[in-house]
């Protein structure tokens, strides 16, 4: 992962990936989770997502971690909410009530730091990733929230036509990735109306249950 090329498209406003909804697969799908009141779920890569307002507008506790530091502080601005930041080792930690994002490499993340997680919900951040760090990212994840049940979406197309991010993870790399430590089952399955940049591309819901 390019670190800077994220932290550019942040400080130049190319941000055409930051939906301008609650992405409608995670409404369609958040009751696969069976979060309880309360519950915290953990975003990967969650930059300033419309999804964190609406879960906790449900009730819900949310965990973030977003490379770029101006992305959670338009997070938190734009939520109204006041964080305090602390350092935490090379992350810095930004809490407010019922909100925690940790500011910097989420490989710098250990789960000591982010605590317990009843669920995470992965919305843009395996798609970032360029293939030789999927691997290693996945297995991190899984560490992270302690094999916690989670809701992945992912990108289905011919890369052949187009470099991403995001990236095509098809369904057999996600097995590949997921199938020891979870059960995996696709939810949904769905043909983006206008293609991915022009292209054809399939978008996906996955769920994802500890074994």
Same mark, same amino acid.
């Given at each position: 992962m390019d670190h800077e090329f994220w932290r550019r498209k942040w400080r130049d406003n190319e941000i055409?990936?930051?939906?301008?909804?609650?992405?409608? +697969?995670?409404?369609?799908h958040v009751s696969a989770l069976e979060l309880h009141a309360g519950a915290r779920v953990f975003l990967p890569l969650c930059g300033? *997502?419309?999804?964190?307002?609406? +879960?906790?507008? %449900?009730?819900?506790?949310?965990?973030? !971690?977003?490379?770029?530091? +101006?992305?959670?502080?338009?997070l938190f601005a734009e939520l109204g909410r006041m964080?305090?930041?602390?350092?935490?080792?090379?992350?810095?930690?930004?809490?407010?009530?019922?909100?925690?994002?940790? !500011?910097?490499d989420i490989f710098d993340l250990d789960r000591h730091?982010?605590? !317990?997680? *009843?669920?995470?919900?992965?919305?843009?951040?395996l798609v970032a990733l360029p293939e030789a760090m999927r691997g290693d990212y996945t297995a991190h994840l899984? !560490? +992270?929230?302690?094999?916690?049940? %989670?809701?992945?979406? *992912?990108?289905?197309y011919d890369p052949a036509l187009m470099a991403g991010p995001p990236f095509s993870v098809p369904e057999h790399e996600i097995r590949r990735h997921y199938g020891a430590a979870y059960h995996v089952s696709r939810l949904?399955?769905?043909?983006?109306?206008?293609?991915?940049?022009?292209h054809p591309a399939y978008e996906e819901a996955w769920l994802l249950e500890p074994r």
């Open positions: 055409a990936f930051h939906g301008a909804a609650p992405h409608p +697969l995670l409404l369609r300033k *997502s419309l999804d964190i307002h609406w +879960l906790l507008a %449900q009730g819900y506790h949310v965990a973030g !971690a977003e490379l770029s530091r +101006l992305a959670v502080e338009q964080p305090t930041i602390t350092p935490e080792g090379p992350l810095e930690r930004f809490e407010a009530e019922g909100i925690t994002v940790f !500011a910097g730091a982010l605590g !317990a997680v *009843s669920a995470v919900y992965d919305r843009a951040a899984a !560490a +992270l929230s302690h094999h916690a049940r %989670q809701l992945l979406i *992912s990108f289905d949904e399955r769905a043909a983006l109306k206008e293609g991915l940049k022009g």
